[in-house]
């Protein structure tokens, strides 16, 4: 399954960004995808998941209540809607899937490549 991450930029704070993973050549349904981001001297930490089926979610307390994870499987895409940005959300966005896993940690299958947020205080 090869990953595009994509919609990274410049914003200042508490403005909001849309990133967007897509992939080809697979049907996006049948793979839980995730968001997890890592800054520069930082591990990468999760920050959000949808399962397979769009119903369930699961958010990084330091997120939760500002962004949204959503999926469109008919564009074979999964979107994190960022709002209200913060200077220590910057960071590289990774998007990630596996077909059965849906978790926190950073096991899985596969990996895009990052797109960079950079919020400006």
């Known amino acids: 399954v090869q990953l595009q991450a994509s919609g990274g930029g410049l914003v200042q704070a508490g403005g909001s960004l849309r990133l967007s993973c897509a992939t080809s050549g697979r049907t996006f349904a049948d793979y839980v995808v995730a968001w997890f981001r890592q800054a520069p001297g930082k591990e990468r930490e999760f920050v959000a998941v949808?399962?397979?089926?769009?119903?369930?979610?699961l958010y990084a307390d330091s997120v939760k209540g500002r962004f949204t994870i959503s999926r469109d499987n008919a564009k074979n895409t999964v979107y994190l809607q960022m709002n209200s940005l913060k200077p220590e959300d910057t960071a590289v966005y990774y998007c990630?899937?596996?077909?059965?896993?849906?978790?926190?940690?950073?096991?899985?299958?596969?990996w895009g490549r990052g797109t960079q947020v950079t919020v400006s205080s």
């Open positions: 949808v399962s397979r089926t769009g119903v369930s979610f």
């Open positions: 990630a899937a596996d077909p059965a896993r849906f978790t926190t940690t950073l096991s899985y299958a596969y």
